[in-house]
């Protein structure tokens, strides 16, 4: 590898603060908005106290015209706490008291998803192309590496720079730890200043480490994903040029700058480029399965866009939160499960104007049973780490909008169906009042299962040798027809649908049927495997994910 003749050209990628206000105008025309309202001051504790969380959602509304709220209040509960938790507002779930039209604690107004009053008729939602990033043609060795960044700043155009591991850059004091981390303070001006330097990503803060390198005198930064976050890479506003790469690109750069005497590259101006594959992939810090607390409900419920999302900024912060960062800018991007929930919110707001008849359930349905597991290569969607992920993963898959308009068929739930769930999950009659306003017996013969709640996905778990069945029932949404059944089984179980071919005759009309599962690996069902089931009529396609777990 001939040093003179190695360049390595680094991304300055994802949407810059100076191209955020023009991308945010090309969606005007379109009165199509993606917002996040809430309280973003972090102290040192992890969590936001409930009664601040509301009051800062009442402040925000104050300010700003918007339909859907995106609040979220979060917290633990054991499977039978007699605690209720503050349900604050929240639309994200088909629970939410707003949602569902309740008054529920906090003064949540009657009316369902559409808040009229002082909020003005404006809709929200969120429209926007996911993996729209700001990169540049990079040429590393004999491949290329592009990264993300949201950094204000560039280098000058070709100009190449010596590269430098940060573990070799650590004043005398500091530990080889912190200065491959880029800790505050542990970098060596000396062997620093005019040089790009290879960080690694962890612990600190990510921006903080190019503060690092900045005050140590450093031109540029790449910070290059350690195992634990793959290829999980985020639009940070970087305070100097700066792009993060994945974490098999920065083993690449690393053997570069170790096997080469003068290593040596640049980062190149931003483009924009469509289209990147794979897309989308699940975010490290996205929430996980399986579900701890009632393992017959699939968790996560579905995936939608939540990495490098831009949206308007207040002006009261910096970017990034930062003591040391002064600026101030009206767009920003996000990276956060509450990016995601915008996104499924407005979907939400979608289906309540085209199908105002349907229930909070019918509406989830819809966005399961339609939603995608494949990326755009065709492939299934991928987790951070570029291995195969699974419904724990993404769920029922990644929301499409479109397709949720015409599901075909929907999972609906009524009240009755909670209340039987909750007897199911043992709940005394103390609490069931809390729910029903009156005492409620289960009316059925037998006992109620809880893997029988009319969930679109379908969970089982502790299965033996004689087997378990779900029983579910579908209603038709759309025209008259007939539905058959496919199913994708699960590692080391059979899986047989009885029936398995639905006749509609009429909209509205509903059809029951039981799914059987029989191990008949132990082995290879002694963890949780997962298969498809999928009903269609050769135009609609209502796919449930599987889920089963073997008896130990």
Not at 5 to 11: D, G, K, P
């Amino acid at each position: 590898m001939a040093a003179a003749r190695t360049i390595m050209a680094l991304a300055l990628a994802a949407l810059l603060c100076a191209l955020a206000p023009a991308a945010a105008a090309a969606g005007a025309e379109r009165s199509s908005y993606v917002v996040y309202l809430g309280q973003h001051a972090h102290g040192a504790a992890l969590g936001t106290h409930g009664a601040e969380e509301l009051a800062a959602l009442e402040r925000d509304a104050a300010d700003a015209h918007y339909e859907l709220l995106a609040g979220v209040l979060g917290g633990e509960a054991t499977r039978r706490d007699l605690r209720v938790p503050q349900p604050g507002r929240q639309l994200h779930t088909t629970r939410s008291w707003q949602f569902l039209g309740l008054a529920g604690p906090g003064g949540a107004p009657r009316g369902g998803a559409w808040r009229k009053a002082r909020f003005g008729a404006d809709t929200i939602i969120g429209n926007f192309d996911t993996e729209i990033i700001d990169c540049s043609n990079d040429v590393l060795a004999d491949g290329s590496v592009q990264g993300q960044s949201l950094s204000m700043t560039t280098l000058p155009e070709k100009t190449s720079y010596k590269l430098i591991d940060s573990a070799k850059a650590g004043v005398a004091n500091a530990t080889t730890k912190d200065a491959h981390l880029c800790m505050i303070g542990a970098l060596d001006p000396a062997k620093v200043k005019g040089k790009i330097v290879v960080c690694l990503r962890g612990i600190n803060p990510r921006v903080a480490k190019g503060e690092a390198v900045k005050q140590a005198g450093g031109a540029g930064m790449v910070l290059a994903n350690d195992a634990s976050t793959g290829n999980e890479i985020i639009a940070d506003a970087h305070v100097l040029p700066a792009t993060q790469i994945k974490y098999r690109d920065g083993l690449r750069l690393y053997s570069y700058i170790n096997s080469t005497k003068n290593p040596t590259g640049f980062i190149t101006k931003p483009a924009t480029i469509l289209g990147t594959k794979p897309a989308p992939f699940m975010a490290a810090f996205s929430s996980q399965g399986p579900n701890t607390i009632t393992p017959e409900i699939l968790k996560p419920d579905i995936t939608a866009p939540g990495v490098s999302v831009i949206a308007a900024w207040t002006r009261a912060n910096s970017p990034t939160d930062l003591a040391f960062d002064l600026r101030r800018v009206a767009f920003n991007s996000e990276s956060v499960t509450s990016m995601s929930c915008p996104h499924v919110s407005g979907v939400v707001g979608l289906l309540r104007t085209l199908h105002p008849e349907w229930s909070p359930a019918a509406i989830k349905s819809a966005i399961m049973t339609t939603a995608l597991e494949m990326d755009n290569k065709g492939e299934l969607i991928l987790n951070a780490s570029s291995l195969p992920s699974s419904p724990f993963g993404f769920g029922a898959g990644h929301v499409s909008p479109a397709r949720t308009m015409n599901p075909g068929l929907v999972y609906d739930l009524g009240d009755a169906d909670y209340l039987d769930f909750l007897c199911a999950l043992k709940y005394n009659g103390t609490v069931m009042a809390m729910f029903n306003g009156a005492p409620y017996t289960y009316p059925g013969e037998a006992p109620r299962r809880v893997a029988d709640l009319n969930y679109p996905s379908i969970t089982v778990v502790n299965v033996t040798t004689a087997g378990a069945t779900a029983r579910r029932r579908v209603k038709n949404v759309g025209k008259p027809g007939t539905y058959w059944a496919f199913v994708t089984e699960p590692a080391g179980v059979d899986v047989t649908v009885t029936p398995n071919i639905l006749e509609f005759r009429a909209k509205g009309e509903e059809k029951g049927f039981e799914v059987n599962f029989q191990v008949n690996n132990a082995a290879l069902a002694k963890d949780y495997s997962f298969g498809a089931l999928v009903w269609t009529n050769g135009k609609q396609f209502v796919r449930s994910p599987l889920v089963v777990k073997a008896m130990a």
